[in-house]
Structures are given as C-alpha cells and as structure tokens.
C-alpha cells in the first residue's frame, strides 16, 4: 500500500514560534552539494545561465532572457554574479550573501545583428576568462551550461577547457534537502486548490480556457510563484493522447484531465495530473480505465526505494505494444517517471531531473533509488474517439520506502459540477 509525506503545515510568512523552511541553509546546502558533484567530475568551476540554474547555485532570482543572467561558480571560494543590467545595480543590498557582483553581457538572442553579436561574445569571454584567472583556475576544466554556439566559441577561443556542465547540475539536485522537500510539498498542496476549483467551477457549456483561468487565480490566491495550467477535454479524436491543448466547449458527461506540470514555489514545481468528469459519476468502462493507471502507478511507486533501480519500477508500466504501438518511444513522457526540482534546460519550464523511469531506457541503463530523490510518476488509459484518464503523481523517495507528496484524492475521477 502507497504511503503518504506527513509533515508540518507551513504557514506563508515567517514565524519565530516553528521551525519552517530555511531559505539560508537551503542556499548552502545546494551550493555544498554542488561543490561535491564538481569535485566528482573533476572540474573546477561551472558557469551557468538560465533563471532556474543560477538561483540553484546562488539564489539570485530574475525571470530573464537566457544569458542576460549567469554566475561563475568556483570549486571553492566565492562565486561571481554576473547580473543583468537594472539587477546588477538594484539587487546586491538584497543579497549580502552573494559577494561579488559584475554586470553581465547578452546579444539577446542576437538581435543585434551578427557583427555586434561577435563582439559582445568576445567581451563576454573575456570578462568570465579574467574571473577565471583571478581564482587560479585557467588551468581547470570550465562546465558551462545552457549557453549558446557563440558563448562556446568565444570562451574556447580565449584558451579555456570548455566542458559540458548540464550532467553536473544534474548530479549535483538529484538529492534534495530538507528544505528543498519542503518547498516541494507546499508546490503540491498549492495544488490543492485547483482541484478544488476544478471539481466547483467546471459545468457544461464552459469552455476549457474558462476553465483555465479560473483555476489559474486559484492558485495565484493559494501562493502559487507560478502557475501553470492546462485543461482536455479527453472525448473524441484526440482522447488518450491529447493531441495539443485546445479550448473547447465542456458538455455534460465529458470526461477529462487537468495538467499542473510547473506550478511552483520557491522555484520548486510540481508535476500533476487529474482526471475529472463533468456532472455525473464515472460508468464501469472508465472506472476500469482509471483503475488500470492508479494500479500502474502505485506498483511503480512501491518499488521506488533505496535498494532497487528504476529497472524495477519501470516493470510496473505496461509495454508499449499494449496500446498498439511499435516502439516505447511512442509513449515517452506519457508513460514516465522522471526526477522533479529546480534546476532544468530552457525553454522548459517543468524540471526533468534524475532519475528516470521508463520501459525505453531503464532496463538497459538503470539507474539507483536514492534517499532524498523527488519524483513524478504518470500513465494515462483509454480508449480512442470515447475518452481517456491520466493520473500524476510526486513522491519522494525515504529510508522507508516512497511516500506521496501530493494529498488531494487520486483513488477516483473526481467529479465536477455535480
């Protein structure tokens, strides 16, 4: 039987009676953890970009352009900020724990044209070479990440050992912290509220982008940084695969999904599906279906544990051939376990992160359980031109096994409009 997280309410705001979520640790945890994965690859600085990375590694926040922002991230010592104009003046006061600040350069995906491209990636390489060198490290390998072709060109040409740094990153969030789990539980009973808005505003003849933007200031009101929602209709020609979000007038008996992948706190995000039917209970043929994904799903879940490896929980998922398909990568990322957090590639905004659980790749490249991981598992049944289900859920893996971080009832469709 699948498990559920027990933890203390966090109340918004601070309080001085409770322990809650400590943004300072939470800072210096992941910035030690990503010293360790450094020195496990042997490499002696990351230079990172993209809103989600940098504040990782620092917890400088500006929901910019990739590469207005970036940090030099060092094996030891201090980092560098290089932080977009505006930022760069008004954010260090807000941010004593970071050091030093330089302001950073963009070409802003070159709309500057391509000689003035060329030479701001020249200036930029030049600049990130010389706090290179004032830390001693030109002789070291340089991860860099999400960064495009003439970053990599410019800081190559300046003599540097350019290396990937993304397998880093990855290595570095895998396991969360105290902190990080926290945040990722209020994430998902943020959450809450949208499938409470769902089951009292969906009603016939509402269209699903109404829908959509109803429970979208639900969250907002809930504390949501960002929320992100898609609703389906799942009848008709697209139902099981979803073919693309599209706003369509709901009827009375319509079954169909709501989607919160990248609703988030603190940068955290969840990833979240629930299935509904509008104004009447499910038949027999879609509770079967249903039954079908809440079973696939908590057996991946109970095998989730230190110990195992994602090859045994990706037995839990049935092959793809079941649903008349040729090769599992016809239901990747629908059929799925995949590692949730913080740090992610652009343009995405819902972090895939390790480990990763599929019939696709698992059985010949497993990958170990470990304390600390957070994880979204998702499936989805149905039956083509009459209706489809889908269920996600987060979990994070303990030294007793996986528990649900995400409360709200998932044993049934919900119902909504009734």
């Known amino acids: ?126 600049e990130v070479f010389d706090a290179v060198r004032d830390r001693g490290l030109t002789k070291e390998k340089l991860g860099v990440v999400c960064f495009d072709e003439f970053s990599h060109k410019a800081l190559k040409a300046t003599g540097l050992k350019v290396v990937d740094g993304w397998p880093i990153m990855l290595e570095a969030s895998k396991i969360k912290t105290q902190d990080e789990i926290a945040c990722m539980k209020v994430a998902t009973s943020i959450c809450d509220a949208a499938w409470y808005s769902l089951e009292k505003n969906a009603r016939p003849a509402m269209t699903t982008g109404q829908l959509t933007n109803i ?25 099981v695969w979803r073919g693309g979000a599209r706003n369509v007038r709901l009827a009375h008996g319509d079954i169909g999904y709501m989607m919160l992948c990248g609703t988030s706190y603190m940068g955290y995000g969840a990833c979240l599906y629930r299935s509904f039917i509008v104004g009447r209970k499910p038949n027999a043929k879609e509770k079967d279906m249903y039954k079908r994904v809440l079973d696939t799903l908590n057996n991946a879940i109970e095998a989730t544990k230190v110990g195992n490896t994602t090859a045994d929980a990706a037995k839990a998922f049935p092959p793809a051939s079941g649903r008349g398909c040729k090769d599992e990568v016809e239901v990747l990322s629908v059929e799925f376990g995949h590692g ?70 998932r044993d049934e469709i919900l119902v909504a409009g009734a």
């Open 215 to 239: 429970v979208r200031s639900a969250l907002y009101d809930a504390g949501a940084e960002f929320a992100s929602v898609a609703v389906w209709a799942g009848n008709g020609p697209t139902a």
């Open 1 to 126: 039987m699948v498990k559920y997280f027990q933890s203390p309410q966090y109340v918004p705001g601070l309080q001085d009676y409770a322990e809650t979520i400590n943004m300072d640790r939470m800072r210096r945890e992941r910035a030690e953890r990503a010293r360790q994965a450094l020195k496990k690859f042997d490499v002696g600085a990351l230079l990172v970009t993209y809103t989600p990375n940098v504040r990782y590694l620092t917890g400088f926040l500006h929901m910019s352009h990739v590469q207005e922002d970036y940090v030099l991230f060092p094996t030891e010592g201090e980092p560098v900020m290089f932080a977009h104009a505006g930022y760069y003046q008004a954010q260090p006061h807000l941010m004593p724990w970071i050091k030093d600040w330089r302001v950073g350069r963009s070409w802003l995906e070159e709309i500057c044209g391509p000689d003035a491209t060329q030479k701001e990636a020249r200036l930029f390489a030049q």
């Open 340 to 409: 949730i957090g913080i740090v992610t590639q652009p343009p995405a905004f819902v972090a895939y992160n390790y480990p990763n659980v599929n019939r696709q790749w698992s059985f010949d490249f497993p990958q170990p359980f470990e304390k600390g991981m957070t994880m979204a598992y998702e499936s989805l049944e149905g039956v083509p031109g009459y209706g489809g289900v889908r269920l996600e859920t987060d979990i994070v893996i303990t030294d007793k096994g996986a528990e649900i971080l995400d409360n709200y009832p």
